[in-house]
T-cell receptor, first 116, second 107 residues
Framework: GAGVSQSPRYKVAKRGQDVALRCDPISGHVSLFWYQQALGQGPEFLTY????????KSGLPSDRFFAERPEGSVSTLKIQRTQQEDSAVYLCASSLWQDSWPDTQYFGPGTRLTVL | DAKTTQPNSMESNEEEPVHLPCNHSTISGTDYIHWYRQLPSQGPEYVIH???SNVNNRMASLAIAEDRKSSTLILHRATLRDAAVYYCTITGNQFYFGTGTSLTVIP
């Protein structure tokens, strides 16, 4: 079946521009996660949804970062007034979510954002 | 939240076994241990998970210490396609991946 897809795969933005990154999770997956991965580092958690509810946004680095999942399926990560330090790969993952662990995450290929 | 520590890098000869260690000393009783790996230019992919007992699947084996404060991912015969960064995560802190171990496989 289809895995997690992300678009665009590559995005170049000028400093100060707004960008929107899209994530299509696996059909039927309840949970959705966004991560930021800087070059040579592991993924760092940004935010987490269960259906349309954003249950944890503690990892969002500033109020320029905003994520939504209005219908509990597709999610968009928006970054306003991009800065050079926002350059990274943005990973999306989804999981089935069952009441008991474990809950394996399935990752998309990521969107590589470069801010000039 | 539980966190993990792993060596930054390891090397293995092709077709030799590889043992990748992970320390998770703050793990709690109900936390699962997950391992993921990330190939170049790809998102992480699931490898294996376990709770207390050792686990085997077609990709790897997971050996969990009796006190659960550490675990070891075992690749029985490393191939060039196993060259990747390997992350262990604890579901009590499922969002923490750390920096992982970069595995180099030498032909």
């Amino acid at each position: 079946g289809a895995g997690v897809s992300q678009s665009p795969r590559y995005k170049v933005a000028k400093r100060g521009q707004d960008v929107a990154l899209r994530c299509d999770p696996i059909s039927g997956h309840v949970s959705l996660f966004w991560y930021q991965q800087a070059l040579g580092q592991g993924p760092e958690f940004l935010t987490y949804f269960q259906n349309e509810a954003q249950l944890d946004k503690s990892g969002l680095p500033s109020d320029r970062f905003f994520a939504e999942r209005p219908e509990g399926s597709v999610s968009t990560l928006k970054i306003q007034r991009t800065q050079q330090e926002d350059s990274a790969v943005y990973l999306c993952a989804s999981s089935l979510w069952q009441d008991s662990w474990p809950d394996t995450q399935y990752f998309g290929p990521g969107t590589r954002l470069t801010v000039l | 939240d539980a966190k993990t520590t792993q060596p930054n890098s390891m090397e293995s000869n092709e077709e030799e076994p590889v043992h990748l260690p992970c320390n998770h000393s703050t793990i709690s009783g109900t936390d699962y241990i997950h391992w993921y790996r990330q190939l170049p230019s790809q998102g992480p992919e699931y490898v294996i998970h376990g709770l207390t007992s050792n686990v085997n699947n077609r990709m790897a084996s997971l050996a969990i210490a009796e006190d659960r404060k550490s675990s070891t991912l075992i690749l029985h015969r490393a191939t060039l396609r196993d060259a990747a960064v390997y992350y262990c995560t604890i579901t009590g802190n499922q969002f923490y991946f750390g920096t992982g171990t970069s595995l180099t496989v030498i032909p």
